[in-house]
């Protein structure tokens, strides 16, 4: 079983709408780290959070330690925010930057 | 700002020629790292650094070498090109190699090796 497992792993979307993607992950962390990759793309840090919300735009990223899950949210969707989104820990064990990542979730987003 | 520059982008290499995927930041971070990309897997971690002249392994290290001789670069090499190692490449770097803190990615370098 994967350390890190993001749902779903594909969804598509009209434009306007709210986009929740789920991230669940088994081991203690000091932090989660939501990414976005664009086709054929570099990979960008969106998130980086150890407790509670954080907003940046359209986008919120929330967390909750104690279930070991996290949630990205997508208000008002945009074709534009068509991409792969990749949720990421840093395990307690290891040291803080490295690593483990999801398989991401691939949305698109159509006008 | 360059931030993390990788290059070459793209490369095909025929099985058993070596070479060096460059690896260059800007921003003076001590934390740089390695990451192949494969379909239907998340990032796997090759090698990575917490410094000058300090590298370690990561989840998948065989074939692949590391040094770090300047804090800015990072380079990757493979010996001897094998078709299981046609992945995307990806190198990172962070400021704070004993907290979490964001992770800056370059492009990515595109490898099929035949």
């Known amino acids: 079983k994967n350390e890190v497992e993001q749902s779903p792993q594909n969804l598509t979307a009209q434009e306007g709408e709210f986009i929740t993607i789920n991230c669940s992950y088994s081991v203690g962390i000091s932090a989660l780290h939501w990414l976005q990759q664009h086709p054929g793309g570099g990979i960008v840090s969106l998130f980086m959070?150890?407790?509670g919300k954080k907003k940046h735009g359209r986008l919120i990223a929330t967390i909750n330690i104690q279930e070991k899950h996290s949630s990205l949210h997508i208000t008002a969707s945009h074709p534009r925010d068509s991409a792969v989104y990749i949720c990421?820990?840093?395990?307690?064990?290891?040291?803080?930057?490295?690593?483990?990542f999801g398989q991401g979730t691939r949305l698109t987003i159509n006008p | 700002n360059a931030g993390v520059t990788q290059t070459p982008k793209f490369q095909v290499l025929k099985t058993g020629q070596s070479m060096t995927l460059q690896c260059a930041q800007d921003m003076n971070h001590e934390y740089m790292s390695w990451y192949r990309q494969d379909p239907g897997m998340g990032l796997r971690l090759i090698h990575y650094?917490?410094?000058?002249?300090?590298?370690d392994q990561g989840e998948v290290p065989n074939g692949y070498n590391v040094s770090r001789s300047t804090t800015e670069d990072f380079p990757l090499r493979l010996l001897s090109a094998a078709p299981s190692q046609t992945s995307v490449y990806f190198c990172?770097?962070?400021?704070?190699?004993?907290?979490?803190?964001?992770?800056?990615f370059g492009d990515g370098t595109r490898l099929s090796i035949l």
């Open positions: 650094s917490v410094g000058a002249g300090i590298t």
């Open positions: 990172a770097s962070s400021s704070r190699p004993g907290l979490p803190s964001p992770q800056h």
């Open positions: 959070l150890s407790s």
């Open positions: 990421a820990v840093s395990p307690l064990d290891q040291g803080a930057q490295k690593l483990v």
